[in-house]
């Protein structure tokens, strides 16, 4: 038995794939042909993540990989080479996988056809990255541990490939090739994989699967702890990631990545004998089908959450899920959307499959296919013969476990869609009750998804902003999920409604009502409190009569808010229940919208960032202060007719009559043309969350100030200024409060706390006149010390956190604020730099000085004498020379167990400690 498939079934796909699918089989094969007797090229570098790598020079667009250019690098865009370093680095992420999958394809092929020249290729590459693997570095990585990469699910995704290999070229024969990649590659890396744990992440469906097949590679049975724990990973993430439709969580991109993982786990346990529940295998056969039944007219799927942008669906890669998922089942969705996909009607295109990097999906052009562009997994799986490909377009629909409501119009070429509900984890974005509103090939309201996760503009495809979705006083949302608040849909109509607490207190009602040629959008909140609401409208079509003048358009100053971003703002004023028109042409295609507010409002029109992230694109956005409001807005894509508004009424004239929209605070009732009622209960939903404080002006993150049920810790003001700690008298250290932090402080990367050379600091809290005091020392053998000024040339957090330094957060009943402070060489003062978001405090000032066993920082808050009580978050991070990245860190709340990866200079407001001043 393999791990894939049995012995039997390995007879029946030698005979299908001399007869169906021997068209793949020969495609398969010539995609190796420039590898056949030649030695492979197996680096004996680690992949680096940087800004630069990648991305064109010039314009900044992804560069193509070539697996046989490692030093020069072509932008499909502007046709320029690239090179240096950074792109070389960047190179070997794609080239490792594309060469682990080659060996995959090359095992498969033998194992199906014998060819002995494409099992000798698998061999070398496998024994080949046997004798280097150890030489890898396990260092300086990004997100979890990694010898060839910088993240560990990619490591996953070599491995996954790797043992698979192995186990195909055992099947014809070869164990002892089996027996050395268990050893020195399955069975150290799988370690290393099982030490990081990911959660409910995509990226753990991956680390799973691998983690079970290089242990299966030993011969170990699904009893076994090891593929016991991982398997019962991949049924705890399809029960809890994964809704009854079979959509993941994260979002329409990540639906596919994780959903292929998830494929990996199951067809795994499966082969060795592991049962998963009805309702699991249930919810993953149901997945295979969601990325067409959300499919955008151009069939493209939506960019929601961190999708990548105008990905189409004609890819190699979804006929090859369309044509897996019909080997388990008949699905008349499936069946369409491969019906589309195999159909002639786009031309034909490179489909990179012979640059593909080991399902590190690279999206390409829209293509016209045939079975004879699918993968190697189709080779061993699909159908021999395929149904009949034809079955009903996907229709309307609301995806409850996403919080997605579709309204599809004129044959599937319409598409109306509220994004109101599930916020998608770390990647989601702040944009509850998101409107997208494309016809054919012209998107009129669009998601642009997300940038690079490396680069600055990644903040502003995360805010809300960038989005068609409400903010607050210049802030994007606060995190939460919508509700569904009701939904119709009769005589020709569709209605949906939904809420958010978008910021505290702050609850917004949006709905949408569609019509054979139009639809109608309301949002309508309310605040406990004067606020600004605004809501962006990117439409890029011009507003008619407006009185526009230069300004600038700003925002609260958050790092994800979006308005550091705006370029070229005008505004002008509207005056309450003053219709404004929008309306213009693109892609053969026209849009008419007219805007009502309830409230006098400023209209505001400016430039933000498109995609590419270099190019501009213009948008509206309508400001109103109040407690409460409404704006409502028609939208036309075709005919035309008057358009009126009153408090409580919208009335659109058709060709047919006029509908008669009437909006009251429990329903919305829409009296049609031809004298029918459609009507929305609109429901209250779960209620307002109570939150302690409201944001400071200024910043983005809410801190409340500590009360007296959260009090903890107690100092006693002195009455002149404070000292060094370690310098005052025994009975006076024992004034404030002091914290050894040590192994149970301390947030790893690669090595451990003992394998990091155990870094310890002492933490002391204290207060005088003049107000809060934080003595910080060190124990390090050598400080490292990140200049001012540098640059951080690997990701888009601050250069000052990959060396020694003190990240301090505090909150009064004042306001909050918090600080990187960093020791400057050659100087007894240490550097302060504001993190942003986080409040207007007075910025502290701080000294340093060497001790014996490293170096000390007193950093001193200014506070009024009145202040009684404070909240403290302190974070030490722990650095080595030779390192790009920092080490770990130590945590003054204690880390438990936890990662130092991705966290920048970022601390949980809720881990802060209390303090009391006597």
């Known amino acids: 038995m393999t791990l894939l498939l049995c012995p039997n079934s390995l007879v029946e796909r030698r005979r299908i794939a001399d007869g169906a699918l021997k068209p793949l089989r020969d495609s398969l094969a010539a995609d190796l042909a420039p590898l056949i007797g030649r030695e492979p090229y197996v680096p004996t570098g680690k992949a680096l993540l940087s800004r630069a790598g990648g991305r064109c020079d010039f314009d900044g667009r992804d560069l193509e990989f070539d697996p046989f250019s490692p030093h020069a690098h072509r932008c499909p865009a502007c046709g320029r080479l690239n090179t240096g370093r950074w792109h070389d680095g960047w190179w070997l992420y794609p080239y490792h996988l594309w060469l682990a999958e080659r060996a995959v394809h090359a095992a498969t092929l033998h194992a199906l056809a014998g060819d002995i020249r494409n099992a000798q290729l698998a061999q070398a590459i496998l024994r080949a990255y046997a004798r280097q693997y150890d030489g890898y570095p396990n260092r300086d990585n990004v997100l979890g541990p990694s010898r060839l990469f910088f993240s560990t699910y990619l490591e996953s995704l070599w491995l996954l490939h790797i043992c698979i290999a192995a186990d195909l070229l055992a099947a014809g024969g070869d164990d002892e090739t089996r027996g050395i990649v268990h050893e020195r590659i399955a069975r150290p890396s799988a370690e290393m994989i099982g030490s990081y744990h990911e959660g409910a992440s995509n990226r753990q469906a991956w680390n799973a699967a691998a983690i079970v097949a290089a242990h299966r590679l030993a011969g170990k049975s699904c009893d076994d702890e090891p593929v016991a724990a991982a398997l019962g990973d991949i049924e705890w993430l399809l029960a809890n990631a994964v809704g009854d439709d079979g959509s993941w969580f994260e979002g329409d991109n990540y639906h596919q990545f994780a959903h292929r993982g998830l494929w990996y786990g199951i067809t795994l346990g499966g082969a060795a004998g592991y049962v998963f529940q009805d309702s699991t295998i249930e919810r993953f056969n149901a997945g295979f089908a969601s990325p067409f039944r959300t499919a955008l007219p151009d069939f493209t799927y939506p960019a929601r959450k961190d999708s990548r942008y105008a990905v189409s669906l004609r890819q190699w890669r979804f006929a090859e899920s369309c044509e897996l998922g019909l080997a388990r089942g008949d699905d008349a969705t499936l069946r369409w959307a491969l019906g589309r996909l195999y159909r002639d009607d786009v031309p034909r295109d490179d489909t990179g499959r012979s640059r593909s990097s080991g399902e590190a999906e690279r999206p390409t052009a829209a293509t016209s296919l045939s079975r004879a562009d699918l993968g190697w997994k189709a080779l061993l799986f699909a159908r021999e013969a395929l149904p009949d490909l034809s079955g009903p377009a996907p229709a309307s629909i609301t995806i409850l476990s996403q919080g997605y409501t579709i309204h599809r119009r004129d044959a ?311 000292g060094w700690f370690a310098d005052l008298p025994v009975g006076e250290r024992a ?62 957090e601050s250069a000052d956190i990959n060396g020694h330094g003190v990240q301090l957060y505090c909150a009064t009943a004042g306001g909050s604020g918090a600080w990187m402070v960093v020791p400057e060489a050659g100087s007894q003062s240490a550097r302060v730099r504001p993190i942003s978001g986080w409040g207007s405090r007075a910025l502290p000032s701080a000294e340093w000085r060497v001790t014996s066993g490293g170096f000390e920082v007193s950093i001193h808050i200014p506070a009024d004498a009145r202040t009684d009580r404070f909240a403290l978050g302190l974070i030490v991070n722990d650095a080595s020379p030779g390192r790009v990245r920092r080490r770990g860190q130590l945590v003054l709340s204690g880390a438990d167990g936890e990662f130092a990866y991705l966290r920048g200079d970022r601390c949980d407001t809720r881990r802060m400690l209390a303090f009391r001043i006597a």
């Open 412 to 722: 599937g070429t319409v598409y109306v869609a509220l994004d109101w509900g599930q916020g998608g984890g770390g990647h989601g974005h702040a944009d509850r009750l998101n409107v997208v509103f494309v016809h054919g090939r012209a998107r009129w309201l669009d998601d642009l998804g997300t940038g690079s996760y490396v680069d600055p503009s990644l903040r502003w495809y995360r805010s809300t902003l960038a989005h068609n979705a409400p903010l607050v006083d210049g802030r994007s949302q606060q995190r939460s999920d919508g509700w569904l608040a009701g939904s119709t849909s009769a005589a020709g109509f569709e209605g949906v409604a939904a809420r958010a607490e978008v910021a505290p207190g702050v609850v917004v009602m949006r709905t949408l009502v569609t019509a054979e040629s139009y639809f109608v959008d309301e949002v309508q909140w309310t605040a406990p409190r004067q606020i600004c609401f605004e809501l962006p409208i990117h439409v890029n079509v011009a507003a008619d009569g407006l009185a526009l003048r230069d300004t600038e358009l700003t925002g609260a100053g958050g790092l994800e808010d979006g308005f550091d971003f705006v370029r070229d703002a005008k505004v002008a004023t509207v005056g309450a229940g003053t219709p404004v028109r929008i309306s213009g042409d693109r892609d053969g295609q026209r849009v008419s919208g007219t805007v009502w507010v309830s409230e006098s409002a400023e209209w505001f029109t400016a430039t933000g960032p498109a995609q590419p992230a270099s190019t501009l694109l213009p948008f509206h956005l309508v400001r109103v202060h109040g407690t409460g409001g409404a704006i409502r807005t028609v939208w036309r894509w075709r005919g035309d007719g008057a358009v009126e508004f009153s408090d409580n009424e919208v009335a659109v004239g058709t060709e047919l009559g006029v509908d008669r929209h009437i909006v009251t605070p429990g329903s919305w009732v829409t009296r049609t043309h031809c004298g029918e009622v459609v009507r929305i209960e609109r429901e209250a939903g779960p209620g307002v969350v109570q939150h302690e404080s409201a944001p400071e002006p200024g910043g983005s993150v809410v801190v409340a100030a500590p009360s007296a049920a959260m009090e903890r810790y107690e100092v006693h003001r002195t009455t002149r200024h404070a």
């Open 735 to 796: 004034t404030w409060a002091a914290f050894d932090l040590g192994e149970p402080n301390y947030r790893r990367t690669e090595d451990s706390w003992r394998e990091a050379g155990e870094p310890r600091a002492r933490a002391a809290i204290g207060a005088d006149a003049y107000g809060i005091v934080v003595d910080v020392a060190v124990e390090t053998p050598a400080p490292v010390f990140v200049p001012a000024g540098a640059v951080n040339p690997y990701d888009n």
